[in-house]
């Protein structure tokens, strides 16, 4: 007979390391607020937190367009705004900020000037769903969702990577709802949040790039589901869930270990580690806050911050 036990998971409370200043709040009605809160008036949406080199956190606004710059000292600085709605962001070992814009595809951020340019706007001239996250490999490869409004109703989701070569790949054409997405260090696995699924997917990417029994890692429930993920340096998985207050952690076999506790509101919607420590950042998208918890292992090594070959 097996002997099954349960440990309930540690609860890890977060606290709040700094918010969008009031003078950066902007409540009107937008598009995509319309669309996706509707009945709300929405200063801000906060998303995609990603550093730099130099320890800035960057991180996006969805219905406004802008990406802001948090320095290391917690000043907001206001880096772009265009006509777009950027969700995830993924630092470019070249110090470029890419962007995955729900409207225009995957865009690069030159910060110095400001400047936003597009990579890949269409897929063989057809228009993208939504993209919604992305995350680059050791090699500089890039994988990301294109999410749009698939859902249960319509599995139609999918995952692409683009190679450095412009090749573009697609991986997956099946999910309802791909958002946040990551990579094992040494590439053999790719975990997809699956949000209006409600669970967590994990496949293994086979030598020749294609992927394989792609299975559910993990189950979760609520009005929303999984959104951006993170990877610690022992292979444990950390998972932001967008209606249930915090970020759950994962090992290596699916279970929950740990629970980081939004201490303001529920919508808990990505994460990152801040590099070379036990830092865990969390946006929080319906206060406007970036949440700090320390966890039991540092975030796994970026490809932004690794030293190239």
Not at 243 to 271: C, I, K
């Amino acid at each position: 007979m097996w002997n099954l036990s349960f440990t309930p998971p540690q609860v890890i409370e977060a606290r709040v390391l700094t918010r969008l200043p009031d003078s950066l709040r902007q409540p009107r009605p937008t598009a995509w607020v319309d669309a996706n809160k509707p009945g709300y008036v929405m200063d801000s949406f906060l998303e995609g937190p990603a550093f730099d080199r130099a320890g800035n956190l960057y991180l996006a606004d969805i219905p406004y367009g802008r990406i802001f710059r948090v320095s290391p000292e917690l000043q907001w600085t206001q880096v772009a705004q265009y006509e777009g709605w950027p969700n995830g962001l993924a630092v470019h070992r070249d110090g470029s900020v890419w962007i995955a814009d729900y409207r225009r595809g995957i865009l690069r951020l030159d910060a110095a000037p400001g400047r936003v340019d597009t990579l890949l706007g269409h897929r063989n001239s057809e228009s993208f769903k939504g993209v919604n996250d992305l995350a680059f490999d050791a090699q500089g490869q890039c994988y990301f969702t294109d999410q749009g409004q698939t859902g249960l109703h319509d599995p139609t989701g999918r995952v692409y990577r683009l190679r450095e070569n412009g090749q573009l790949d697609l991986l997956l054409g099946n999910a309802p709802s791909p958002n946040g997405l990551a990579l094992s260090a040494d590439g053999k696995l790719l975990f997809v949040a699956v949000t209006r699924g409600n669970a967590v997917w994990r496949a293994p990417l086979l030598p020749d790039g294609s992927i394989s029994k792609m299975g559910a890692f993990q189950t979760f429930f609520g009005a929303s589901g999984p959104d951006g993920m993170a990877l610690d340096a022992e292979g444990r998985l950390v998972v932001a869930h967008a209606s249930l207050g915090g970020a759950f952690v994962l090992n290596a076999r699916g279970e929950v270990t740990h629970f980081v506790r939004s201490p303001v509101g529920a919508t808990v919607t990505n994460v990152a580690f801040r590099p070379g420590t036990r830092e865990l950042l969390m946006t929080e998208s319906q206060t406007g806050s970036v949440l700090t918890a320390e966890l039991p292992a540092p975030g796994q090594l970026l490809y932004s911050h690794d030293t190239p070959g």
